[in-house]
C-alpha cells in the first residue's frame, strides 16, 4: 500500500508541475451564446451616400455635381445545429443609383490631359440568395457578449442601365449582371434583450466572379465582361447593422430559473 500511495502522489505531484506551466487558451468555454436547437431570424441593411460634399478628397478634380446613394437589405434564417455553431440562408436585395452632373479631370499643363464629362446616370437593382455557417465566441460568463465568423457562399443576379446624356441625343446601356462569391465576415453580436440581438459586421474579402453582358436600348448584344478575383482585406464599404430573433432561447428559460 505504500508503494500504491507513493505512485499516487507522484502522479499528482507531476499534474501539479504540469499545470503551472499549461496555458488555457479558450475563451469562457462553458458560456454559450445560442444554445443547439434554436432558430434565428434576422436582417441586415446598410446604406450609403455621396454627394459633391465629398469631392474635397479628389485634388485633380475639379467642378464636379455629383451624387448617388447605395441601399441594401438582406433577411436571413439560421438554425443552430449545435451550441455556437448556426447555419442557414440569406435573401438579399440591393438598389444603387447614380447620377454624374458635371465632372472635369485635369492633371496640369506638363501631363496634357484633360477630360470633362456631363449628364450620366446609373441605376442598378440586384437579388441574391446566399448560404451561410456562422460560429460564436462567448466574451462574457452569462453569454450576453460575443464574437462571431460568418463564411457565406452567394450569387447575385440584376440588371443595369447606364446613360450616357453628353451628346447631342442621349445613349441608353443595358446590362445583365451575375456575380458569384465565398466570402468571410466577422462581427460583435450583443443581446439587448432576452432573445433579441444587435450585430455588426465587416467584410473581410474572399473569391469573386462577375459576369456582365451589355445591350444597346435596342436589345442588341454589343459586349461582355467576365472577371474573377481573390482578395482579402478590410472593406470600409461593407458595413453591415442587423437585428436578430432567437426563437425557443434556452437562454431566456435559463435566465428565468
Known amino acids: 500500500m505504500l508503494l500504491i500511495c507513493g505512485g499516487a502522489l507522484s502522479a499528482k505531484s507531476r499534474k501539479s508541475s504540469h499545470s503551472s506551466h499549461y496555458i488555457d487558451r479558450e475563451i469562457n468555454s462553458g458560456s454559450v451564446f445560442g444554445y443547439k436547437g434554436e432558430y434565428m431570424l434576422g436582417l441586415t441593411a446598410s446604406y450609403g451616400t455621396l454627394s459633391s460634399e465629398d469631392s474635397n478628397m479628389w485634388v485633380y ?25 448556426c447555419i442557414g440562408v440569406r435573401l438579399g436585395y440591393q ?5 454624374l452632373g458635371n465632372l472635369d479631370l485635369d492633371l496640369g499643363e506638363q501631363n496634357d490631359i484633360s477630360l470633362s464629362l456631363s449628364g450620366m446616370q446609373l441605376k442598378n437593382s440586384s437579388f441574391s440568395v446566399a448560404a451561410f455557417h456562422r460560429s460564436y465566441v462567448a466574451l462574457d460568463n452569462k453569454g450576453q457578449f ?3 465568423a460568418e463564411i457565406e457562399g452567394s450569387a447575385q443576379f440584376g440588371n443595369g442601365e447606364f446613360m450616357n446624356g453628353s451628346g ?15 466570402g468571410f465576415s466577422p462581427g460583435v453580436a450583443v443581446y439587448i434583450f432576452p432573445s433579441v ?6 467584410g473581410l474579402g474572399g473569391v469573386k466572379y462577375t459576369s456582365i453582358k451589355q445591350f444597346d436600348d435596342a436589345g442588341n448584344k454589343i459586349g461582355t465582361r467576365h472577371a474573377s478575383k481573390m ?17 425557443w432561447s434556452k437562454k431566456k428559460m435559463a435566465s428565468t430559473k
Not at 95 to 99: A, I, R, S, T
Not at 168 to 182: A, G, H, R, Y
Not at 231 to 247: C, E, K, S, W
Open 61 to 85: 478634380l475639379d467642378n464636379i455635381n455629383v451624387d448617388g446613394a447605395i441601399t441594401t437589405v438582406k433577411p436571413f434564417f439560421g438554425y443552430f445545429y449545435r451550441d455556437n455553431r
Open 95 to 99: 438598389y444603387l443609383d447614380g447620377n
Open 146 to 148: 460575443g464574437l462571431f
Open 168 to 182: 447631342e441625343q442621349p445613349k441608353f446601356t443595358k446590362s445583365d449582371n451575375l456575380k458569384l462569391e465565398l
Open 197 to 202: 440581438c444587435a450585430t455588426v459586421s465587416i
Open 231 to 247: 482578395q482579402f482585406r478590410l472593406n470600409v464599404a461593407d458595413i453591415n447593422f442587423g437585428m436578430t430573433l432567437h426563437l
